[in-house]
């Protein structure tokens, strides 16, 4: 996938990490702990009389979709409905959720209380109120909530702002002008409690230029600064979409990233793919009817047992089973194609079931500076690629999608320049869309001693890296060099890539080289020897072994294949540490082949064999049954002087080619007849002539020979039979007559 591929999911808050001296960013263990960055929300739901059912439905499932998808156990929510209040006694919000935080308890519940949700009757107050629902929402996030948590509305409404009927806007007539004047003030108490507004309208109605000013109007700092986070306003025709859309928009808040799968009405097999960048995710399956049974089955073929919280190495956390919406949450998910099997009895099958996921990832990268140590005035050549936290290689481009690279070079006795890193195919850029953003600079003529370059990689759902390599400005020309000679590797766990380094030292004492590779998991990657030492005035090639882990430090995530990056070094231990040699190493590990790999070419010469074997079978008996095919031979009927009686053309035989017949009045005017099961039977002999079957014996009939069938009667074959003795009447099968060795033995004739 990708096989099937292929399809995404990633995302987090992002926070920019502190700048780690060249050569030692680390790169953090595949199983240490992820944080989940945690939101406080508010949903408020659309209750006006205007709603179809189907209306109600689709906003009860997209509160379930969000509240049971989100990705981390801090998070906090609260669901209410609002419509107007129109009469005494009447109210405008209708509380159904209270601040509940999304453990798996918490899960559960907000999957229940939601459906308390309703359309409200005439009687009840049937208009659109929003100001005092956007009151209600900063309510509900600011009372006693940690303000260093976002705070987020989201905002569903079927129609405009409608308090023409509302007592408690004034006169009838200022109405709909005090309804706008509370509406500002509504926002700009929002915006001052931090509290960012996404609206979302559906169905014929809702006013959009409404819904945008909603949406500028609160807090617009977002999870991250980039215009994907901005609160925006969204509208879509039909209550269908409500669900997808939502949350869209949620993922776009709470910077995650969402992937919408197929829809299909069970019992459908509905695939759906989490990146390798996933740190954490949710597949929600928005069933329809409760009556589904769902089970999901990892990209290994393994079935998830949900009643249980650990797997292999992810965690795991179902909610919502029995409702309309249920989500399943994995911590350290295992990357490729997943599939999630809906079934149903009979009767509940009529409603599409729809898979999404919604995650956050962690993208990491590798900095190299090409030379690592370049004279004033010398252009470099810097390279940020992306790697999953691991150290596996990121190419597809829809895993960082909206990412943004920010560079710079820094060092002693200039300022700041900034870099342009891209991925474009451009330039110095070798292949577009590789997950490889390069670009160049030139180090001032006033650099002197220290450089440092960096890259900051930010992204809407994945959080953000810093890296950066430090370098020395050369005096002039090095010395001593230690260029790297490593192709792309192919090779299986355990495996090794050769090399060869192209050393020189030009001095007239020892230097000792430190080699290794960063920019990987421990253990994944090694170097053999991981130090040489080079002779005063050494000149020549050294050969290095770049050795990949066993099988087992993979675990599941080898799947089909990975490709492994890391950052060859070459340090020059003896002047003070100096990097000669920072070069990326891409090694594309596979299994190891099974036997049909191995010894493909055997079983396909087998085969081809057997194959030609089996048609030359079939083909001998296929001549053999033409050969006996009986269809054609004239039968005659010669009486005891030799007259022929009668004259009868055989046609094709049984499945044994026998044609079997009868003789029909035979004391006065005997005649040949076809009859199955008859007490004669002839058939053609490869050899010429026939065979006669009669009773349990079998004679040859020979072309100018007769066969015996009664007292009278015998049987020749063509015209006019042979005058003279007839050859003998004994069956090689059953009988004791002769044989003639000289035919070549015709004892198949009579099986």
């Known amino acids: 996938m990708r096989r099937a591929a292929a399809s995404v999911l990633g995302g987090a808050v992002v926070f920019v990490s502190l700048l780690a001296p060249g050569g030692q960013d680390p790169v953090p263990a595949a199983d240490s702990e992820p944080a989940f960055p945690a939101v406080n929300y508010a949903v408020a739901v659309d209750e006006s009389a205007s709603l179809a059912p189907e209306d109600m439905k689709a906003e009860k499932a997209a509160a379930k979709r969000i509240a049971l998808g989100d990705v981390s156990s801090s998070s906090q929510v609260t669901v209410f409905g609002f419509a107007a209040a129109e009469k005494a006694g009447q109210r405008v919000v209708d509380p159904v959720c209270p601040r509940t935080t999304l453990d798996a308890a918490g899960r559960e519940e907000i999957g229940k209380c939601v459906d308390e949700l309703r359309s409200r009757?005439?009687?009840?107050?049937?208009?659109?109120?929003?100001?005092?629902?956007?009151?209600?929402?900063?309510?509900?996030?600011?009372?006693?909530?940690?303000?260093?948590?976002?705070?987020?509305?989201?905002l569903l409404t079927d129609g405009k702002m409608d308090v023409e009927d509302s007592f408690k806007y004034g006169d009838p007539a200022h109405r709909a002008a005090e309804g706008e004047r509370q509406l500002e003030e509504a926002l700009e108490e929002a915006a001052a409690q931090k509290v960012q507004i996404w609206p979302l309208g559906f169905g014929p109605d809702p006013d959009k230029k409404q819904l945008d000013q909603i949406a500028s109007g609160g807090y617009q700092k977002g999870c991250v600064e980039l215009p994907s986070a901005t609160p925006r306003a969204h509208k879509v025709d039909g209550a269908k979409a409500v669900g997808t859309t939502l949350e869209k928009i949620f993922a776009a808040a709470h910077c995650l990233r969402h992937e919408e799968g197929p829809s299909k009405r069970p019992p459908a097999t509905l695939e759906i793919g989490i990146s390798p960048l996933a740190t954490v995710g949710s597949i929600v399956v928005d069933k329809g009817d409760p009556e589904v049974r769902i089970s999901y089955i990892d990209p290994a073929g393994d079935e998830i047992p949900t009643t249980s919280t650990t797997y292999k190495d992810s965690r795991f956390e179902l909610a919502g089973g029995d409702g309309t919406v249920e989500a399943l949450k994995i911590v350290d998910p295992l990357p490729g194609t997943w599939k999630v099997k809906a079934e149903a009895p009979e009767g509940h099958r009529s409603l599409p079931v729809a898979v999404s996921v919604l995650w956050q990832g962690e993208l990491r990268g590798a900095i190299t500076m090409d030379p690592p140590s370049p004279q004033a005035g010398e252009k470099v050549t810097v390279t940020m690629r992306l790697q999953t936290r691991e150290g596996y290689e990121i190419k597809d481009p829809r895993d960082y999608e909206g990412l943004r690279v920010r560079s710079e070079l820094t060092g002693d006795g200039f300022s700041p320049l900034a870099l342009d890193l891209a991925d474009n195919?451009?330039?110095?850029?070798?292949?577009?869309?590789?997950?490889?953003?390069?670009?160049?600079?030139?180090?001032?003529?006033?650099?002197?001693?220290?450089?440092?370059?960096?890259?900051?990689?930010?992204?809407?759902?994945?959080?953000?890296?810093?890296?950066s390599e430090t370098g020395k400005v050369a005096p002039g020309e090095l010395p001593v060099k230690a260029p790297l000679e490593l192709p792309d590797g192919d090779?299986?766990?355990?495996?090794?890539?050769?090399?060869?380094?192209?050393?020189?030292?030009?001095?007239?004492?020892?230097?000792?080289?430190?080699?290794?590779?960063?920019?990987?998991?421990?253990?994944?990657?090694?170097?053999?020897?991981?130090?040489?030492?080079?002779?005063?005035?050494?000149?020549?090639?050294?050969?290095?072994?770049?050795?990949?882990?066993?099988?087992?430090?993979f675990g599941d995530r080898l799947g089909d294949g990975l490709d492994l990056s890391g950052t060859f070094t070459v340090v020059d231990t003896t002047d003070d540490d100096r990097?000669?040699?920072?070069?990326?190493?891409?090694?594309?590990?596979?299994p190891e082949p099974g036997i049909w790999a191995t010894y493909w070419w055997a079983f396909v010469s087998g085969a081809v064999a057997l194959a030609l074997a089996t048609a030359a079978v079939v083909a001998w008996l296929r001549l053999r049954r033409r050969r006996r095919d009986p269809f054609g031979l004239m039968l005659q009927l010669v009486a005891e002087d030799g007259t022929v009686l009668g004259e009868h053309r055989a046609g094709h035989g049984n499945s044994k080619q026998w044609y079997e017949f009868a003789i029909a009045e035979a004391h006065r005017s005997p005649r040949i007849e076809r009859r199955a099961h008859g007490p004669y039977a002839v058939r053609r002999s490869h050899q010429g002539g026939a065979v006669v079957r009669k009773g349990g014996s079998r004679v040859p009939l020979p072309v100018r020979g007769r066969v015996q069938l009664t007292d009278m009667l015998s049987l020749s074959l063509g015209g006019s039979p042979a005058p003279g003795p007839q050859p003998s009447q004994s069956a090689y099968a059953g009988g004791t007559g002769p044989q003639n060795p000289g035919q070549g033995g015709a004892y198949d004739e009579f099986l």
């Open 425 to 467: 195919g451009k330039g110095a850029d070798p292949e577009a869309s590789d997950g490889s953003f390069t670009g160049t600079v030139t180090v001032p003529q006033d650099a002197d001693g220290k450089l440092t370059v960096s890259a900051t990689l930010t992204a809407s759902g994945l959080r953000a890296d810093t890296r």
């Open 579 to 590: 990097t000669l040699e920072r070069a990326p190493v891409s090694v594309r590990v596979t």
């Open 121 to 154: 009757k005439k009687d009840e107050g049937t208009g659109t109120d929003l100001p005092t629902a956007i009151r209600q929402g900063v309510d509900d996030l600011t009372d006693g909530s940690d303000a260093s948590v976002p705070r987020v509305l989201f």
């Open 491 to 553: 090779t299986h766990p355990g495996g090794t890539v050769t090399g060869t380094l192209d050393v020189s030292n030009t001095t007239d004492t020892p230097h000792t080289l430190r080699l290794s590779v960063a920019d990987v998991k421990d253990g994944l990657l090694s170097v053999e020897p991981n130090e040489i030492t080079l002779e005063p005035g050494e000149q020549g090639t050294r050969e290095v072994t770049v050795k990949v882990s066993p099988e087992s430090a």
